[in-house]
Each structure stands twice: as C-alpha cells, then as structure tokens.
C-alpha cells in the first residue's frame, strides 16, 4: 500500500517562507516512484480541494495561476520525496496542504488515487 505523508508546515508571516516535504513509501518494482506524477493540493476551511502543483517522473513542473513565480515543486527520485518551496507567502495561502501521487494523468484535478495526511500551512498578515 502506498503511504505519503507529509512534513514541513507552519505558521509564517506574509511574506515568508516554507519548504513542505511529502516522504512516499510502500511502492512496487513494477511501479516505482519515478514513474507517478505527483503533486501539491491545498484547501481552506469551507473551500474546494485545489490544485497547487504537479510534476511528473522526468521532473516537468506544472503550477496553478495563483502562486506561479512564488512555489517551486521538486521531487527526489532517490530519496523518493516530493518538496515544495513556498517564498512570499499570502494570507490567501492558508489551507491544508496534501501530497498526491497517481500513475495516472490527471494534471492538477483532485482524482489523484493516492493522498497523504496533509500538513497545515497558516500565513499571518
């Protein structure tokens, strides 16, 4: 069963920074992590899962509008970790922040099969 589990949240000022991790266990030999696509989903009391961030195995990034030029997505296919970098931080980033994983393509739609726990991030103006 594959587990993720993420790391890295916090309370930060506007304007601050935070690296979110997402440690990813329990895959195969027919499915290794270099072969998902992965990705960063958010989401604020009383709002919809939305899409953060996603990349794929050859470490091709795709990033929603609302924080392109400020998060940076890498993954380590070595360590098999999945990172976030989140510089200049917005109250209007505060949410639940989730790790996802599929073989599957679903770009950054929430169909994702796998999901970890989800790590808080709270950013203070």
């Known amino acids: 069963q594959v587990q993720l589990v993420e790391s890295g949240g916090g309370s930060v000022q506007a304007g601050g920074s935070l690296r979110l991790s997402c440690a990813v266990s329990?895959?195969?030999?027919?499915?290794?992590?270099?072969?998902?696509?992965m990705a960063w989903f958010r989401q604020a009391p009383g709002g919809e899962r939305e899409g953060v961030a996603l990349?794929?195995?050859?470490?091709?990034?795709t990033y929603a509008d609302s924080v392109k030029g400020r998060f940076t997505i890498s993954r380590d296919n070595a360590k098999n970790t999945l990172y976030l970098d989140m510089n200049s931080l917005k109250p209007e980033d505060t949410a639940m922040y989730y790790c996802?994983?599929?073989?599957?393509?679903?770009?950054?739609?929430?169909?994702?099969?796998?999901w970890g726990q989800g790590t808080q991030v709270t950013v203070s103006s």
């Open positions: 996802a994983a599929d073989s599957l393509w679903w770009r950054l739609r929430p169909k994702y099969k796998y």
């Open positions: 329990g895959l195969t030999s027919e499915l290794t992590y270099s072969m998902y696509y």
């Open positions: 990349i794929d195995g050859a470490g091709m990034p």
